[in-house]
């Protein structure tokens, strides 16, 4: 747009300049002024669309409130005021001056000066014509009295009178004879009938007449002869040049005559065509000066704009928009030192956003840490609001995530009752008056069922930085299940070392006691030392059978894998207890994998478990043991479930210590001897009560791959 606005502005200057040039010339006038007048037209025309498109963007931009419209706007109105006040002014002057100046052309002295230089260069060529026709009789009598005429009598007439050319024509206009003062001279231009039937007047035909290439001469038509016949009847023709000096004023003065006349007459049509070419000229003025005014005013307020959308683009946060100094004025200087502020503000936006970065690196590999550890972590702040939580926080207190979102440690047994106790315990610890760091071992019960160890750490911040506190707990449950086997075992091989070998020479000395003495002593003492061996012999089988079950539970590993199928070897467990009267119902999955297991001791694991499932049977109305088998994620599952009495909840959480059973017979190794032959299987087993009643034991036996 701006490109074809300044070419308006200049086409426009120039279109002022000819059509100035073109009223001065009278005849560049007559020719080229429509034209240049219609150019002009389309040029104003052109020029107010311009300036009217300019309209409509700049009212656009003030109803979307463009920055910098409104300064658009003003200086548009003060670059309009500013040509049009002056051009008004000027415009009113010169065409006052222009009305007077034409009207001052026509004064009566003009008029009369005019005429005078005319009549007297008519008067001046009149003389000279009547010479030329008095000459012209005075050769024609010469030439009728001598006789026949040729071009030596010609000569001889013509030169007394100092007659510059004359010649002889017939009728027909065909030269006879010619004398010229000129040797080089060319033959004159033939004399027309018409001429020369008028010069069969006794008269001379005079007239001024402009030959080509030869300038202004006079002319004199003179007949010769009249008394012949018409067609001997000759034409003298004589010509006078004109003086250059005379030729030229009397034609300069003719001109301006003309010329006068037709001013006279176009009078009224110059005032209007001056007019409207001063009007036009004005419009083509004040248009140019109204886009320019838009030129103008959106250069002046570009750096204006570009800082306004420097400053937007800061405020989203865009610190590259660097605006390029292109002056050296104010506008330059306030630019430049608005890139320098940008330059300061992306530096300390960069150092910001790395800090930030660094601090949510730091975040978020602290938070990588803690989802890794498998220990509990909990923060609190000086009022006790949670602040984080790990993801084994979550695990180890069988609590589903986000149940402690927006709750104090005081309100947690309210909510969450499963934690209460382990609330509690932790609340009292910091609100005693005890050491900065304190440690609590806690039995801890989980809402699903089964009870776990905790040890819990807890630490008070305070000094310097944030007040708060800070949590760490582990499961140890395992941990103390692992000590406490190693305890027992360490127990059983002491009981196997210590009470068996003094068992068979017990069991042997009462042996021969009976054996020495029952011979020799009456029926009463007889009996009584029966009674007495007897009972010494069986209760020394059974110790002997219990260290015998210490023996095999303190056994270290003797597992020897081979791929079996699971399936099979249920089956063949399960065929032995077909005739004990005990429902037993098998859901044995097809398709099983194998797996890596010792077949003997599996076989001890089944006769364990389908053994305490018929003793807990006992009393039941309708007696069910289901067994099952499938493939899981972990590997294959093995399950054996009753409908019988169920395991106390008092000792469910220590079911696989020994020494630990609810049966009223029985040593409490079996579930003993079951756990650490699962563990050897690197295994995982499960029990849990069912309802109504009843007890389930799970085993998942990883495949080759886990395992």
Not at 658 to 664: D, F, H, I, L, Q
Not at 686 to 707: F, K, M, T, Y
């Amino acid at each position: 747009m701006r490109p074809l606005i300044l070419l308006c502005v200049v086409a426009g200057a120039a279109l002022v300049y000819l059509m100035s040039q073109a009223s001065s010339n009278t005849a560049l006038f007559t020719r080229n002024y429509p034209l240049l007048l219609g150019i002009g037209g389309l040029l104003s025309f052109g020029l107010m669309l311009l300036i009217g498109h300019q309209l409509v963007l700049l009212r656009r931009k003030l109803r979307e409130r463009v920055f910098g419209s409104k300064l658009t706007l003003r200086l548009m109105v003060v670059f309009a005021l500013m040509a049009l006040v002056p051009g008004v002014l000027v415009y009113a002057i010169s065409y006052q001056f222009l009305q007077k100046s034409i009207e001052s052309w026509f004064d009566v002295r003009m008029d009369k000066a005019l005429e005078g230089g005319l009549n007297l260069a008519r008067s001046s060529l009149d003389h000279s014509l009547k010479d030329l026709g008095q000459k012209a009789e005075s050769i024609a009598r010469r030439l009728d009295e001598g006789g026949k005429p040729d071009a030596e009598a010609l000569a001889k007439a013509r030169e007394p009178f100092g007659v510059e050319e004359a010649a002889l024509f017939t009728a027909r206009g065909q030269m006879v004879a010619l004398s010229s003062a000129d040797p080089a001279a060319r033959q004159p231009g033939l004399v027309g009938t018409i001429e020369a039937q008028a010069a069969r007047q006794p008269l001379p035909v005079l007239s001024v007449e402009s030959l080509p290439e030869r300038g202004l001469y006079l002319r004199a038509l003179m007949p010769v002869n009249v008394a012949r016949s018409a067609e001997e009847a000759l034409v003298l023709q004589l010509l006078q040049r004109v003086p250059p000096a005379i030729a030229q004023d009397a034609r300069v003065v003719d001109q301006g005559w003309r010329d006068y006349q037709e001013l006279t007459l176009a009078r009224d049509g110059l005032k209007g065509l001056f007019g409207l070419t001063l009007t036009l000229a004005l419009l083509l003025t004040l248009f140019s000066s109204l886009a320019l005014a838009f030129v103008l005013s959106e250069r002046l307020s570009a750096p204006l704009s570009a800082l306004a959308e420097a400053t937007r683009a800061i405020a989203k946060g865009d610190y590259t928009r660097l605006n390029p100094v292109r002056s050296r004025d104010e506008f330059g200087v306030l630019t430049q030192s608005f890139n320098t502020m940008t330059r300061q503000i992306a530096d300390a936006t960069e150092a910001m956003d790395r800090n930030r970065r660094q601090l949510e690196h730091a975040k978020t590999y602290l938070e990588s840490i803690l989802s890794n550890l498998t220990s509990g972590v909990l923060t609190f702040d000086e009022r006790l609001y949670l602040k984080t939580i790990n993801a084994a926080a979550y695990d180890i207190l069988g609590i589903a995530p986000g149940a402690f979102h927006g709750l104090k440690l005081p309100d947690w047994p309210v909510h969450v009752g499963a934690v209460a106790p382990f609330a509690s315990e932790i609340l009292a610890r910091f609100e005693a008056a005890e050491a900065r760091q304190w440690e609590r071992q806690l039995d801890y019960r989980r809402r699903e069922g089964g009870s776990r160890t905790l040890l819990v750490r807890g630490t008070r911040l305070g000094e310097g930085g944030e007040t708060g506190y800070v949590v760490v707990f582990d499961d140890i449950t395992h941990l103390a299940q692992a000590q406490r086997d190693a305890a027992w075992g360490e127990v059983a091989r002491r009981l196997a070392h210590e009470i068996k070998n003094p068992l068979t020479p017990i069991q042997l000395s009462a042996e021969r006691l009976q054996h020495k003495l029952l011979q020799k002593l009456g029926d009463g003492d007889a009996d009584v030392l029966k009674r007495a061996t007897g009972t010494i012999v069986s209760q020394v089988t059974a110790l002997k059978g219990m260290v015998d079950d210490f023996s095999l539970y303190a056994r270290a590993k003797r597992m020897s894998a081979e791929d079996i199928s699971l399936n099979d070897l249920v089956r063949e467990v399960l065929a032995l207890y077909e005739s004990m009267g005990v429902p037993i119902e098998p859901h044995l999955a097809d398709d099983l994998p194998r797996v890596p297991a010792d077949p003997t001791l599996l076989r001890q694991v089944m006769h364990n478990l389908i053994q305490n499932a018929i003793d807990a049977l006992a009393g039941a109305e309708a007696p069910r043991i289901v067994v099952t088998s499938r493939l899981a994620a972990e590997g294959i599952l093995l399950s054996v479930r009753d409908n019988g009495a169920g395991i106390a909840e008092d000792i469910i959480g220590r079911i696989f210590e020994p020494y630990v059973t609810s049966k009223p017979k029985g040593t409490g190794l079996g579930l003993a001897i079951v756990k650490k032959i699962v563990d050897e299987h690197r295994g995982r087993i499960q029990v849990e009560n069912v309802q109504p009643h009843g007890a389930h034991v799970s085993i998942v036996l990883p495949l080759r791959q886990a395992a």
